[in-house]
Each structure stands twice: as C-alpha cells, then as structure tokens.
C-alpha cells in the first residue's frame, strides 16, 4: 500500500497543475494583456528587461491559451 501512495504522490506532484474554470478565464485574460502591453514598449525598455523587438513580437503572437 506505501508503494502505491508513494506513486500517486509524485504523479500528482509532477502532473500539471488544475485550475477552475474562473482562474483559467483569469490567467487567459492576464496573458493576453501582458502580451499586448509587451508590443507597446519602445526598444529601450525592451533591452532593459532583456527581451528584443522579435522576441517580443514572437511572444505577443502566442495564443493566449499557450504558456
């Protein structure tokens, strides 16, 4: 029987994580909105925070259901 919680334990530690429906809808609308903010920064703020023009470019066209 130890065994076998053992298992589940790790299973459950490496599965990925479940969200409600409401914390998705969330998550969603929080990507799609940095996403957006991300394509208004000038270049200069972009290299302060270490991401390029097509890096960022590359991020805002994910679909906001992508991590």
């Not at 334990?9 to 429906?21: C, E, G, I, N």
């Not at 996403?35 to 270490?50: C, F, P, V």
Request: with cysteine; glycine share 2%; proline share 3%.
């Amino acid at each position: 029987m130890e065994i076998t919680l053992r298992k589940l334990m790790v299973q459950r530690q490496t599965s990925r994580p479940r969200y409600r429906w409401s914390e998705l809808i969330t998550l969603w609308y929080q990507r799609q909105r940095q996403r957006r903010a991300l394509l208004q920064l000038n270049d200069r703020m972009l290299s302060d925070i270490g991401i390029s023009r097509c890096d960022a470019e590359q991020e805002a066209t994910k679909p906001f259901w992508k991590a």
